[in-house]
Nanobody, 115 residues
Protein backbone atom coordinates (compact mmCIF):
# COMPACT_ATOMS: atom_id res chain seq x y z
CA UNK A 1 0.00 0.00 0.00
CA UNK A 2 1.37 3.39 -1.00
CA UNK A 3 1.49 5.96 1.77
CA UNK A 4 2.16 9.65 1.29
CA UNK A 5 2.77 12.11 4.11
CA UNK A 6 2.97 15.84 3.46
CA UNK A 7 4.70 18.36 5.68
CA UNK A 8 5.91 21.94 5.59
CA UNK A 9 2.69 23.88 5.48
CA UNK A 10 2.02 26.88 7.65
CA UNK A 11 1.23 30.56 7.81
CA UNK A 12 3.30 33.02 5.81
CA UNK A 13 2.95 36.63 4.71
CA UNK A 14 2.41 37.53 1.10
CA UNK A 15 5.70 37.55 -0.76
CA UNK A 16 7.16 34.89 1.50
CA UNK A 17 8.22 31.34 0.82
CA UNK A 18 7.38 27.85 1.98
CA UNK A 19 8.73 24.45 1.06
CA UNK A 20 6.40 21.46 1.13
CA UNK A 21 7.67 17.92 1.32
CA UNK A 22 5.97 14.62 0.55
CA UNK A 23 7.45 11.44 1.98
CA UNK A 24 6.47 8.30 0.12
CA UNK A 25 6.55 4.70 1.23
CA UNK A 26 8.59 2.38 -0.91
CA UNK A 27 10.62 3.36 -3.94
CA UNK A 28 7.77 4.93 -5.89
CA UNK A 29 8.99 8.48 -6.31
CA UNK A 30 11.28 7.56 -9.17
CA UNK A 31 8.71 5.32 -10.86
CA UNK A 32 5.43 7.20 -10.52
CA UNK A 33 4.24 10.56 -11.71
CA UNK A 34 4.20 12.68 -8.60
CA UNK A 35 1.82 15.61 -8.33
CA UNK A 36 0.84 18.44 -6.03
CA UNK A 37 -2.80 19.47 -5.91
CA UNK A 38 -4.47 22.14 -3.83
CA UNK A 39 -7.97 22.90 -2.71
CA UNK A 40 -9.08 26.27 -1.42
CA UNK A 41 -12.27 26.69 0.63
CA UNK A 42 -15.32 26.53 -1.60
CA UNK A 43 -13.28 25.72 -4.68
CA UNK A 44 -12.49 22.61 -6.66
CA UNK A 45 -9.26 20.77 -6.23
CA UNK A 46 -6.72 21.81 -8.84
CA UNK A 47 -3.43 20.47 -10.12
CA UNK A 48 -0.52 22.71 -9.20
CA UNK A 49 2.56 20.88 -10.47
CA UNK A 50 3.74 17.46 -11.54
CA UNK A 51 6.95 15.61 -12.21
CA UNK A 52 7.01 12.46 -14.31
CA UNK A 53 9.20 9.42 -13.82
CA UNK A 54 11.31 10.78 -16.66
CA UNK A 55 11.82 14.06 -14.86
CA UNK A 56 9.54 16.26 -16.96
CA UNK A 57 7.71 18.94 -15.03
CA UNK A 58 4.58 20.92 -15.63
CA UNK A 59 2.88 23.75 -13.74
CA UNK A 60 -0.42 25.52 -13.76
CA UNK A 61 -0.06 28.97 -15.26
CA UNK A 62 -0.73 30.86 -12.03
CA UNK A 63 2.33 29.38 -10.29
CA UNK A 64 4.82 29.28 -13.16
CA UNK A 65 8.01 31.06 -12.22
CA UNK A 66 7.12 30.97 -8.52
CA UNK A 67 6.83 27.26 -7.66
CA UNK A 68 9.31 24.48 -8.31
CA UNK A 69 8.66 20.76 -8.00
CA UNK A 70 11.55 18.38 -7.45
CA UNK A 71 12.20 14.91 -6.17
CA UNK A 72 14.87 13.05 -4.27
CA UNK A 73 14.82 9.43 -5.36
CA UNK A 74 17.22 8.31 -2.65
CA UNK A 75 14.99 9.77 0.07
CA UNK A 76 11.70 8.92 -1.68
CA UNK A 77 10.50 12.48 -1.31
CA UNK A 78 8.94 15.08 -3.56
CA UNK A 79 9.14 18.75 -2.74
CA UNK A 80 7.32 21.88 -3.78
CA UNK A 81 9.26 25.09 -3.28
CA UNK A 82 6.86 28.00 -3.24
CA UNK A 83 8.18 31.55 -3.56
CA UNK A 84 6.49 34.93 -3.89
CA UNK A 85 3.39 33.52 -2.27
CA UNK A 86 0.07 35.28 -2.74
CA UNK A 87 -3.12 35.17 -0.66
CA UNK A 88 -4.77 33.25 -3.50
CA UNK A 89 -2.28 30.42 -2.92
CA UNK A 90 -4.02 29.71 0.38
CA UNK A 91 -5.28 26.12 0.27
CA UNK A 92 -4.77 22.61 1.51
CA UNK A 93 -1.98 21.10 -0.56
CA UNK A 94 -2.03 17.39 -1.39
CA UNK A 95 0.65 15.12 -2.74
CA UNK A 96 -0.34 12.34 -5.12
CA UNK A 97 1.38 9.39 -6.75
CA UNK A 98 -0.01 8.27 -10.08
CA UNK A 99 0.72 4.93 -11.73
CA UNK A 100 -1.50 4.35 -14.71
CA UNK A 101 -5.02 4.03 -13.38
CA UNK A 102 -3.99 4.06 -9.74
CA UNK A 103 -3.80 7.34 -7.84
CA UNK A 104 -2.76 7.61 -4.22
CA UNK A 105 -3.36 10.69 -2.07
CA UNK A 106 -1.78 12.08 1.03
CA UNK A 107 -3.76 13.73 3.84
CA UNK A 108 -2.78 17.25 2.87
CA UNK A 109 -1.07 20.16 4.54
CA UNK A 110 -2.53 23.64 5.08
CA UNK A 111 -0.87 26.66 3.51
CA UNK A 112 -2.17 30.07 4.54
CA UNK A 113 -0.85 33.27 2.98
CA UNK A 114 -1.81 36.48 4.74
CA UNK A 115 -2.06 39.80 2.93
Amino acid sequence: QVQLVESGGGLVQAGGSLSLSCAASGSIVSRYTMEWYRQAPGKQRELVALITSGGSTNYRDSVKGRFTISRDNAKNTVSLQMNSLKPEDTAVYFCTARDGGNVYWGQGTQVTVSS
